[in-house]
């Protein structure tokens, strides 16, 4: 017992704060380069470990932030206990990553939740939450306009080029990580008299390109040419010109091409890389009134649709599509699961699942469809994906191995009248002690997200040969697996 707390009590310091090994550090974010205009700022926060990648390559700096990821940044910046526990909100369980910073902020009044006692932790941050939260937590203001004057005149944000401070727009990555920066260090901050291009805006010309000068004028020189939805660090405006820097160059677009949100693609896609005819489809099991398995107050439908959303999260890294058979708390039924494969072009069909078997049990199995039949042509190959993806989960949560189809063959609706390779992955047992403290972590439960979508990387490429797919292995830091089929 006691060297699992010790285990535990390690897996959870090294994965929130030791990302990555500092020395890496953002170097080896590939979409944070050196002439990125916030890869100082990025690089100061992950060194610190306050700030994390989304894997060890990607930082996603034009993603917008959560209000969860800001207060986990913000609590890891304040030296909060952010060890995960239960919390007064009715929407953020033990399981979410930033559960311990939301209790130790909402109790210190930096953090409050909604009227009717929802969090709402996957809900966008605007700027004007970002100012208060800023404000409250080190002693800045307690109010939108008092907080976002104190963080103006201390250099820490700037207004908007209209002169307000945008206290509705939604806040990205890179801008909270910057905002974040030049609070916790001055030497970030905009002196007096100095130009910040701090304010994020997206070039929008539809298939055009927007010319970017020397002066603000079209009888200046084009020094470069900027593509639409191209993202620029705006500082100031004046007669319809903005002083703008992107990518380290600094020069004057016309104003009226800027806006604040992102806008649509209205380029012809690009030609579609290597592997994007792929689709895989990810199940996750239960749903609304059939909550599957429960164990230690959790439930099976919450936790596969949560593992079913990181494993996702990886294909959406690469050009693999991944469509999932419900994301949110809905019932599909078993038959319609089954036809989801063929009716969205399929190619592969995982059903994530818990076990339960009143806490007499654990380990982890990997069931497919076993009895050739007329309409199930896939054995061999859904015996293959199977195998990867037992291989995967045992490399990632050390449980008990309960093997590939423990049971003589998967007899399960959603396999059974599957269309394509179809295997249905038990990971743990939720009612087990044992497997229970993998199950309940979300650093965990992302890494079996990242553990499945390997497993099915594993299977395009020793069954299927799909030598294409080798890349985005190294997308993910991770390498292929032995051949076992
Ligand atoms: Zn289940």
């Given at each position: 017992?006691?060297?699992?707390?010790?285990?535990?009590?390690?897996?959870?310091?090294?994965?929130?704060?030791?990302?990555?090994?500092?020395?890496?550090?953002?170097?080896?974010?590939?979409?944070?380069?050196?002439?990125?205009?916030?890869?100082?700022?990025?690089?100061?926060?992950?060194?610190?470990?306050?700030?994390?990648?989304?894997?060890?390559?990607?930082?996603?700096?034009?993603r917008q932030v959560t209000r969860a990821e800001a207060a986990a940044m913000l609590g890891r910046a304040l030296n909060l206990n952010g060890s995960q526990r239960?919390?007064?909100?009715?929407?953020?369980?033990?399981?979410?990553?930033?559960?311990?910073?939301?209790?130790?902020?909402?109790?210190?009044?930096?953090?409050?939740?909604?009227?009717?006692?929802?969090?709402?932790?996957?809900?966008?941050?605007?700027?004007?939450?970002?100012?208060?939260?800023?404000?409250?937590?080190?002693?800045?203001?307690?109010?939108?306009?008092?907080?976002?004057?104190?963080?103006?005149?201390?250099?820490?944000?700037?207004?908007?080029?209209?002169?307000?401070?945008?206290?509705?727009?939604?806040?990205?990555?890179?801008?909270?990580?910057?905002?974040?920066?030049?609070?916790?260090?001055?030497?970030?901050?905009?002196?007096?008299?100095?130009?910040?291009?701090?304010?994020?805006?997206?070039?929008?010309?539809?298939?055009?390109?927007?010319?970017?000068?020397?002066?603000?004028?079209?009888?200046?020189?084009?020094?470069?040419?900027?593509?639409?939805?191209?993202?620029?660090?705006?500082?100031?405006?004046?007669?319809?010109?903005?002083?703008?820097?992107?990518?380290?160059?600094?020069?004057?677009?016309?104003?009226?091409?800027?806006?604040?949100?992102?806008?649509?693609?209205?380029?012809?896609?690009?030609?579609?890389?290597?592997?994007?005819?792929?689709?895989?489809?990810?199940?996750?099991?239960?749903?609304?009134?059939?909550?599957?398995?429960?164990?230690?107050?959790?439930?099976?439908?919450?936790?596969?649709?949560?593992?079913?959303?990181?494993?996702?999260?990886?294909?959406?890294?690469?050009?693999?599509?991944?469509?999932?058979?419900?994301?949110?708390?809905v019932f599909v039924t078993l038959q319609d699961r089954a036809k989801f494969a063929s009716r969205n072009d399929g190619d592969i069909f995982v059903?994530?699942?818990?076990?339960?078997?009143?806490?007499?049990?654990?380990?982890?199995?990997?069931?497919?469809?076993?009895?050739?039949?007329?309409?199930?042509?896939?054995?061999?190959?859904?015996?293959?994906?199977?195998?990867?993806?037992?291989?995967?989960?045992?490399?990632?949560?050390?449980?008990?191995?309960?093997?590939?189809?423990?049971?003589?063959?998967?007899?399960?609706?959603?396999?059974?009248?599957?269309?394509?390779?179809?295997?249905?992955?038990?990971?743990?047992?939720?009612?087990?002690?044992?497997?229970?403290?993998?199950?309940?972590?979300?650093?965990?439960?992302?890494?079996?997200?990242?553990?499945?979508?390997?497993?099915?990387?594993?299977?395009?490429?020793?069954?299927?040969?799909?030598?294409?797919?080798?890349?985005?292995?190294?997308?993910?830091?991770?390498?292929?697996?032995?051949?076992?089929?």
């Amino acid at each position: 017992m006691k060297k699992w707390i010790v285990l535990l009590c390690f897996m959870l310091i090294a994965s929130v704060f030791v990302p990555f090994s500092p020395a890496k550090a953002s170097s080896h974010f590939t979409d944070v380069g050196n002439t990125h205009r916030a890869h100082a700022e990025i690089s100061y926060l992950v060194n610190k470990g306050i700030a994390n990648g989304y894997s060890d390559n990607r930082f996603n700096p034009a993603r917008q932030v959560t209000r969860a990821e800001a207060a986990a940044m913000l609590g890891r910046a304040l030296n909060l206990n952010g060890s995960q526990r239960n919390t007064p909100f009715t929407d953020v369980g033990k399981g979410n990553m930033a559960s311990g910073y939301i209790v130790e902020m909402s109790k210190k009044g930096i953090i409050s939740g909604y009227p009717d006692g929802s969090f709402q932790p996957n809900k966008v941050l605007k700027r004007g939450e970002m100012a208060l939260l800023i404000g409250r937590a080190f002693n800045m203001g307690t109010t939108v306009s008092a907080a976002s004057k104190s963080l103006m005149d201390k250099g820490i944000a700037q207004g908007l080029p209209g002169g307000s401070f945008g206290t509705e727009l939604q806040i990205i990555r890179a801008d909270f990580s910057v905002f974040l920066a030049r609070t916790l260090n001055a030497d970030f901050r905009v002196k007096p008299g100095e130009v910040s291009f701090g304010t994020t805006m997206y070039v929008n010309t539809g298939s055009d390109t927007l010319n970017m000068r020397s002066g603000p004028g079209t009888s200046h020189r084009v020094i470069s040419s900027l593509k639409h939805a191209t993202v620029v660090g705006v500082g100031t405006v004046s007669n319809g010109w903005a002083h703008v820097k992107v990518n380290n160059v600094i020069g004057y677009v016309s104003y009226s091409y800027l806006t604040t949100s992102k806008p649509g693609s209205v380029l012809p896609s690009p030609p579609p890389s290597a592997a994007s005819d792929l689709t895989v489809i990810i199940d996750p099991g239960h749903g609304a009134h059939d909550p599957g398995g429960v164990g230690y107050g959790h439930q099976e439908k919450n936790v596969v649709l949560n593992i079913g959303r990181h494993m996702k999260s990886y294909f959406d890294m690469v050009p693999i599509n991944a469509k999932m058979t419900r994301n949110s708390d809905v019932f599909v039924t078993l038959q319609d699961r089954a036809k989801f494969a063929s009716r969205n072009d399929g190619d592969i069909f995982v059903s994530l699942h818990t076990n339960a078997l009143n806490g007499a049990a654990n380990g982890q199995e990997t069931f497919y469809y076993a009895k050739t039949a007329a309409n199930n042509t896939n054995v061999q190959q859904s015996r293959a994906l199977a195998i990867y993806l037992q291989e995967r989960m045992q490399e990632t949560w050390p449980l008990r191995d309960r093997g590939v189809n423990p049971f003589g063959y998967g007899n399960f609706a959603v396999l059974r009248e599957n269309t394509v390779p179809a295997a249905l992955v038990e990971m743990g047992f939720i009612d087990s002690s044992i497997d229970i403290k993998y199950i309940n972590n979300e650093a965990h439960r992302k890494a079996m997200g990242k553990a499945l979508f390997l497993g099915t990387l594993d299977y395009f490429y020793h069954y299927e040969g799909r030598t294409d797919v080798l890349p985005y292995y190294k997308t993910v830091g991770a390498t292929v697996s032995k051949k076992h089929h």
